[in-house]
């Protein structure tokens, strides 16, 4: 398996491309089930999760063709051959699951297996299942499968209240209600900015949605939806992980495409530890203001708060503050597989719970480490940049799940960073 070398080496400095967002174009692709007409995505990034995904597409009778590079994804649900997302490929990816809403819509029925993804807790279906529950679909458990119909062939429209601001189960019963029989309204609907994204693509494609970025949302169901063409937004989450690299190794940085919306609450934190953030023609960039970054205390929420998805990245920043920092992970119950790693690399974490108390050291040195999972890879590549010496992280996979071009976009910034193929 391959693994990334890093040598802390200093100060960076140049700019660093922004590619569209994942998460945003995971539950934008599967929304071309809901149309018998093409759905083509722009600005996609060429991550292995996309290619997983359209492998799951295709298994369901999509025709994907990857264009410019992987760039632009066009997309064609005309026929649907197959409604059953099988366990090895949804096992790779817990967003899989996004299919369930949009095959319920069209068909009438699916069966999806419940997820694998990053092994960072326990992450349930229960609020998918009540969310397309209420648009009247019975859903049962039989062989680790999900085994959802509705009865007569077509959704009808509900209100319905999340007990948590999930944000794939909202994307799901968004997708299935724009073609759902009546007006449905999602309380407690998730705010984050790909599902924002996706509401804009939909009501490209006809469908009739009120409240994109707010609590409530409201969808008209429509009898069918067109096709469209869409840019995947920035991700948000590539945009604040290589925010951090100044930050920690030195220099300033400057990333193409970024917006200071999709991540205030990301950015009030780095003000606080001493980061300057600043736009500029061409997105924003970051330098730290003095030689050494002050502790800070995160909460993770959902949107707009500190984004779950950042935590181990900043945590990495932390590590080398002047004083205690604590971190408080309160969406996902096991994201803390980082901390040792960090240890090994000479961080102080204690880690209680949900919180992990970082006591800054001088520091870090380079070591061998193990990546754990997608955004835990990511802040051990990040504390290798200023590290004394080599570290090498192992499992890269993970890495390859969510950054493109990571080792092109650091080495073009001058990080010392190299892919080291497996034995
Ligand atoms: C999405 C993101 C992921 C991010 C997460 C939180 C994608 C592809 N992935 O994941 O990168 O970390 O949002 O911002 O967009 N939960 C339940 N029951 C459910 C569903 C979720 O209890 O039916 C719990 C989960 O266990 C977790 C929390 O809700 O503790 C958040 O999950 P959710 O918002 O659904 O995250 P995902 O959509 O899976």
């Known amino acids: ?48 999760d996309i290619k997983t995904m359209t492998q799951l597409l295709e298994s369901l009778g999509t025709e994907v063709q990857a264009m410019a590079d992987g760039q632009v994804l066009a997309l064609s649900s005309h026929e649907l051959t197959n409604l059953r997302a099988d366990y090895d490929i949804v096992r790779k990816m817990r967003a899989s699951n996004l299919v369930l809403g949009p095959l ?79 007006t449905s309204v999602l309380k407690n609907a998730a705010r984050e900015p790909e599902i924002v994204d996706l509401i ?32 995947v937004v920035v991700d948000r989450i590539e945009l604040g992980t290589y925010m951090l690299a100044p930050a920690i190794a030195g220099g300033e940085v400057e990333l193409l495409g970024g917006r200071i919306d999709l991540i205030e609450s990301f950015v009030e934190k780095l003000d606080a530890a001493g980061v300057d953030v600043r736009e500029t023609a061409n997105g924003i960039a970051t330098k730290r203001r003095a030689d050494h970054i002050k502790a800070v205390d995160v909460t993770t929420e959902v949107f707009p708060g500190f984004p779950t998805d950042l935590q181990a990245q900043m945590m990495a920043m932390l590590c080398t503050a002047d004083g205690i920092s604590n971190l408080e992970e309160t969406i996902f119950e096991n994201r803390f597989m980082h901390a040792p790693e960090l240890m090994r690399m000479g961080a102080q974490i204690d880690v209680q719970g949900g919180t992990a108390k970082v006591t800054g050291v001088e520091r870090m040195k380079g070591a061998p480490v193990m990546a754990t999972d997608l955004r835990a890879s990511v802040s051990l590549i990040l504390a290798g940049l200023a590290a004394e010496g080599e570290t090498r992280v192992n499992r890269v996979y993970h890495l390859d799940r969510g950054y493109e071009l990571l080792v092109e976009k650091l080495s073009g910034v001058g990080a010392k960073v190299e892919r080291v193929p497996g034995v």
């Open 104 to 182: 319920l819509a069209r068909a009438g029925e699916a069966v999806v297996s419940l997820p694998g993804g990053c092994a960072i807790g326990a992450r349930p279906m229960d609020l998918h299942i009540g969310a397309l529950e209420a648009l009247g679909a019975d859903i049962d458990l039989r062989d680790g499968y999900l085994h959802a119909k509705v009865s007569g062939g077509r959704l009808t429209g509900a209100v319905h209240e999340m007990r948590f601001a999930s944000v794939g189960a909202t994307e799901n019963f968004v997708m299935a209600a724009t073609l759902a029989k009546g």
């Open 1 to 48: 398996m391959d693994s990334i070398l890093v040598t802390g080496n200093g100060p960076l400095n140049g700019h660093i491309p922004i590619a569209g967002a994942k998460n945003a174009c995971l539950t934008l692709m599967p929304a071309t089930l809901l149309s018998d007409e093409p759905l083509t995505l722009t600005n996609a990034p060429r991550l292995s």
């Open 200 to 231: 804009h693509c939909l009501q490209k494609m006809g469908a009739k949605i009120d409240g994109a970025g707010t609590s409530t949302i409201t969808i008209e169901g429509v009898d069918r939806l067109g096709g469209a063409t869409h840019p």
